[in-house]
């Protein structure tokens, strides 16, 4: 599977933004998705996850009730609408793509895309 992620940029506290992440492959339908992010100097940590069909989601209590994961697998494509962003949402964002159920661990996940540069400021 081989991830894309776009729709990153500079944005201001209070704006969004929706990021996305098209997978090639006929069998993206198969694998649950997440969203990590990773801040200059600190490591990767879990956004979001969305399981193979889109009915079971998960967020880290960071984002809760501002950002919402989502996917269409018609498209192959998996989203990260993100609202009421703050200057600590600042990061490179990476989708990541698990045959199975998601986890939060980065080390769960076996196919990564290059990354997507969200700047907050305020």
């Known amino acids: 599977v081989h991830l894309v992620e776009s729709g990153g940029g500079l944005a201001q506290a209070g704006d969004s933004l929706r990021l996305s992440c098209a997978a090639s492959?006929?069998?993206?339908?198969?694998?649950?998705m997440g969203w990590f992010r990773q801040a200059e100097g600190k490591e990767r940590e879990f956004v979001a996850a969305i399981n193979w069909r889109g009915g079971s989601t998960s967020y880290a209590d960071s984002v809760k009730g501002r950002f919402t994961i989502s996917r269409d697998n018609a498209k192959n494509t998996v989203y990260l609408q993100m609202n009421s962003l703050k200057p600590e949402d600042t990061a490179v964002y990476y989708c990541a793509a698990v045959l199975g159920y998601p986890v939060v661990r980065p080390a769960g996940y076996d196919y990564w895309g290059q990354g997507t540069q969200v700047t907050v400021s305020s």
């Open positions: 492959g006929r069998t993206f339908s198969r694998y649950a």
